[in-house]
Nanobody, 115 residues
Framework: QVQLVESGGGLVQAGGSLKLSCAVS????????VGWYRQAPGKERESVAN???????NYADSVKGRFTISTDNTRNTVFLQMDSLKPEDTARYYC?????????WGQGTQVTVSS
């Protein structure tokens, strides 16, 4: 069973930064895609950023230019650097990994941005 554990969430003022981490229990080098999603109260879960095998990345329009996804394959860790945070970024952030037609999720980490 693949396990994902997120960390790094918290409370930050608008304009501030946070860096989320997602530790994966197996090699992320073999994943088809790893990424970050978020879900705000009363809203559907949405994709934030993904990185694909081979290195290509995509971002939600709402975070382009502010968030950066990266990986450390030696530590099997996925990062999300979040800068210029806005109150509308407030949500629970989840890490997702997709391996061989199966997807795995972490439990999430809360990010709250105060105005």
């Amino acid at each position: 069973q693949v396990q994902l554990v997120e960390s790094g969430g918290g409370l930050v003022q608008a304009g501030g930064s946070l860096k989320l981490s997602c530790a994966v229990s197996i090699s992320i080098f073999s994943a088809n895609v790893v990424g970050w999603y978020r879900q705000a109260p009363g809203k559907e879960r949405e994709s934030v950023a993904n990185i694909y095998r081979g290195g290509s990345k995509n971002y939600a329009d709402s975070v382009k230019g502010r968030f950066t996804i990266s990986t450390d394959n030696t530590r099997n860790t996925v990062f999300l650097q979040m800068d210029s945070l806005k109150p509308e970024d407030t949500a629970r952030y989840y890490c997702r990994a997709y391996y061989f037609s199966r997807e795995y999720w972490g439990q999430g980490t809360q990010v709250t941005v105060s105005s």
